[in-house]
């Protein structure tokens, strides 16, 4: 049971986890040791998540996240298999308690009196820069 917060829970049974060699140094050991970690973790089936975070989970524009709703998450940070498993485990935790919390939403306000001043000081700046840009800086009427 990988806990997330007080109200959701994974199940193990939802996870799938599967061993492969890391890529990288290693010494003899990296060919030998399938010590590297793909979690995968179906978040557009789960039972354990929901409605509205897995909505937020799926909306993620991440590309862990295949097009059937399926997050990969690839551990390889460490040399054992174990801390490895662990920090697949602890990413995906990070995920979902990101996606739990609702987007509080924008309240529109209204340009206070002094910004509208100040823009408009320097609207005024940058017209009188620009008229005295003319021809010797005189008005022609021609």
Same mark, same amino acid.
């Given at each position: 049971?990988?806990?997330?917060?007080?109200?959701i829970a994974i199940a193990d049974e939802e996870l799938s986890e599967r061993?492969?060699?890391s890529t990288g140094p290693g010494g003899q050991n990296v060919n030998k040791?399938? %010590?590297?970690?793909?979690? $995968?973790? +179906?978040?557009?089936?789960?039972?354990?998540l929901p409605e509205a975070v897995?909505?937020?989970l799926l909306a993620r524009r991440d590309r862990r996240i295949t097009a059937d709703g399926v997050l990969v998450?690839?551990?390889?940070?460490?040399? %054992?298999?174990?801390?490895? $498993?662990? +920090?697949a485990r602890q990413r995906l935790v990070a995920?979902?308690?990101?996606?739990?919390?609702?987007?509080?939403?924008?309240?529109a306000t209204q340009p206070t009196w002094a910004s509208k001043l100040r823009r408009l000081e320097g609207k005024k700046q940058r017209?009188?820069?620009?008229?005295?840009?003319?021809?010797s800086g005189?008005?022609?009427d021609a």
């Amino acid at each position: 049971m990988l806990v997330i917060d007080d109200h959701i829970a994974i199940a193990d049974e939802e996870l799938s986890e599967r061993f492969v060699r890391s890529t990288g140094p290693g010494g003899q050991n990296v060919n030998k040791v399938a %010590t590297a970690v793909e979690l $995968r973790f +179906d978040v557009a089936h789960s039972p354990s998540l929901p409605e509205a975070v897995r909505a937020r989970l799926l909306a993620r524009r991440d590309r862990r996240i295949t097009a059937d709703g399926v997050l990969v998450i690839n551990a390889q940070r460490f040399r %054992t298999q174990e801390r490895n $498993r662990d +920090d697949a485990r602890q990413r995906l935790v990070a995920l979902v308690r990101a996606a739990t919390p609702a987007p509080v939403p924008r309240i529109a306000t209204q340009p206070t009196w002094a910004s509208k001043l100040r823009r408009l000081e320097g609207k005024k700046q940058r017209a009188d820069i620009k008229r005295g840009r003319g021809r010797s800086g005189k008005d022609f009427d021609a």
